[in-house]
């Protein structure tokens, strides 16, 4: 995630197009995420502005794309199954989720929501969730004083060894490191 500078305001303040592209705003207070050029309606202020450096981080979030300005692009078919299960897996990454529990809720096959995703963002779902649940966990840890178990927990990842080893491939660091880094 990126600070709000004054630069950043500005661009957004004077819907500045040539900012387009490097980076996306969300407004907390309806949760849209747009590009530096929407022609928003409502007057935002900077306390309620947030900006992300992709959209997936915006998705982590719990921001969906303008309507209007459209900040993730004009989706194919593939591209809007691949966003409405990345936006189902942002509601409920907490919860023990396959392939097939994505499968049953989109209505498609297995093999239809692994293709499109790999086509789509050269991950599987799989490796999008545990990069969601390892987001997660980062600002657990850095914002929370809940134990490492706790918080693999809360992530759906139940099992505090595996938790750990998953954290420890992801980032590079054990979950305790990363906290004490962190403050």
């Not at 297995?110 to 789509?120: D, L, P, S």
């Amino acid at each position: 995630m990126y600070s709000l500078t004054k630069k950043r305001w500005q661009a957004i303040h004077d819907q500045d197009a040539s900012f387009d592209g490097q980076f996306i705003y969300g407004v907390t207070a309806d949760h849209r995420v747009c590009c530096p050029s929407c022609q928003r309606e409502e007057d935002c202020v900077p306390k309620d502005i947030r900006i992300f450096k992709t959209c997936d981080e915006a998705l982590f979030e719990g921001f969906v794309p303008c309507p209007d300005c459209q900040p993730f692009g004009v989706l194919s078919d593939k591209a809007k199954l691949v966003y409405q299960v990345k936006v189902y897996l942002a509601h409920n990454y907490q919860k023990r989720l396959t392939l097939e529990t994505l499968a049953d809720e989109f209505n498609v096959s297995t093999g239809v929501i692994h293709r499109a995703f790999v086509t789509t963002t050269d991950e599987t779902p799989q490796a999008y969730l545990v990069r969601l649940r390892m987001y997660q966990a980062k600002k657990m840890l850095r914002d929370s004083k809940d134990s490492v178990a706790l918080i693999g927990l809360k992530v759906g990842i139940p099992n505090l060894s595996y938790f750990n080893t998953v954290f420890k491939q992801q980032v590079g660091m054990t979950a305790v490191q990363y906290r004490k880094q962190a403050k």
